[in-house]
């Protein structure tokens, strides 16, 4: 499964570390994370991951050379905010922690597209799942998941 965290790209030690043990979490359970590949959550996830042996997908808005140190995979798009799209596209789920309108965008269009999206933070946004703890956003993101495959 891939699956996109979004959230801050401003650092805050608070979600940064929740970030960084759902990266880790996403990376032990055998899935690819996906991010916007900067700072902030997304370095913080893409750590997490890539400390536990995982695979980081790095969608940035300009050069993939901007990529934080933690993306194995880096994809400049030169697309700016309009990646936002690229990032909740690729995803089987999207897992949102706090942050401003970039990862509203992201909300929104994963909310749009009908993928499925885990509130870790403090959204109040209809259509999202909540979950109090990276263990919890990805027991319901592989639920989800295991029905979707179940319908097929």
Not at 18 to 34: C, M, Q, S
């Amino acid at each position: 499964m891939q699956v996109a965290v979004v959230g801050a790209g401003e650092y805050e030690e608070r979600r940064c570390s929740l970030a960084r043990e759902l990266g880790r979490k996403i990376a032990e359970d055998g899935h690819v994370l996906i991010t916007g590949g900067l700072g902030g959550v997304m370095e913080a996830a893409c750590q997490g991951a890539l400390e536990a042996g995982g695979v980081t997908v790095g969608i940035l808005p300009g050069e993939k050379e901007a990529a934080n140190p933690f993306v194995s995979v880096a994809i400049g798009t030169g697309m700016g905010h309009g990646r936002n799209a690229i990032v909740v596209r690729s995803a089987d789920v999207v897992i949102a922690l706090p942050g401003l309108y970039g990862t509203l965008s992201e909300i929104a269009l994963a909310l749009k597209m009908g993928k499925v999206v885990i509130d870790l933070g403090d959204w109040n946004v209809d259509g999202m799942r909540k979950a109090e703890s990276p263990e919890e956003a990805m027991w319901i993101a592989e639920g989800m998941e295991a029905a979707k495959r179940a319908k097929k």
